[in-house]
């Protein structure tokens, strides 16, 4: 069965203090892995997409990786408005996304 | 950019009662996902369409039904509502059923009383 688990489960900073979000999977053919950021009440946003390992993509404070096993959301020099739950995503058929819990980031000013 | 569309944004509704979403995605996407989520969980996946045509199923229960028509709009139909199904309910298009990124709509919060 296809599992996603997200770690840590929530994460304070202070503003400025980078850190790394993990995202490991089980899933039988990978198709994608995609990360989201989701505020409270509101729709997941897309930041990134990766299909194979190796591959690294990068925006604005985000920096997204993936290997074989394990994804990393890495934030650097974090603002307040970073602040949100960041949810990871593998697709393996159809389209069907399966969701980690998430990990939720508080940054301090 | 255009987004996805969701309507209404909140519903409140009572038991046994029926409820309609409506999802009108982004301008020339074809495929149509629809996904639930708890307060505190992560999004669970109901059922998608691609081309009108219902492309998978996931943990959808028998009491909803959806469809995506020609306009590629997307309905999802609830029906005996219970306690239960008080969630976020959002709706998510894409270009195609492949590994074309899910951009998700706003949401709508049902709460059934």
């Known amino acids: 069965e296809d599992q996603v688990t997200q770690s840590p489960e929530a994460l304070r900073l202070q503003e400025g203090e980078s850190s790394s979000l993990n995202c490991s999977y089980t899933v039988s053919g990978l198709r994608g892995l995609f990360w989201y950021r989701q505020d409270p009440g509101k729709g997941p946003e897309f930041l990134f997409t990766l299909y194979s390992a190796g591959e690294e993509k990068e925006k604005e404070r985000l920096k997204a990786t993936l290997t074989k096993k394990e994804s990393f959301l890495h934030i650097t020099a974090p603002k307040p408005e970073d602040s949100a739950t960041y949810l990871c995503a593998v697709q393996a058929r159809w389209g069907k996304l399966q969701f980690g819990a998430g990990t939720q980031v508080v940054v301090t000013p | 950019a255009a987004g996805v569309i969701q309507s209404p944004r909140h519903l409140i509704k009572e038991k046994r009662e029926t409820a309609t979403l409506k999802c009108y995605p982004i301008?020339?996407?074809?495929?149509v996902y629809w996904y639930q989520q708890g307060p505190g969980q992560d999004p669970q996946f109901l059922i998608s369409f691609y081309e009108k045509m219902q492309s998978d199923k996931g943990s959808i229960p028998d009491r909803f039904s959806a469809q995506q028509f020609s306009d590629y709009h997307s309905e999802l139909n609830m029906s005996s509502l219970e306690l239960g199904d008080s969630a976020l309910y959002f709706c998510?298009?894409?270009?195609?059923?492949?590994?074309?990124?899910?951009?998700f709509g706003p949401g709508t919060r049902l709460t059934v009383l």
């Open positions: 998510a298009s894409s270009l195609r059923v492949s590994t074309d990124t899910q951009y």
């Open positions: 301008p020339r996407h074809d495929t």
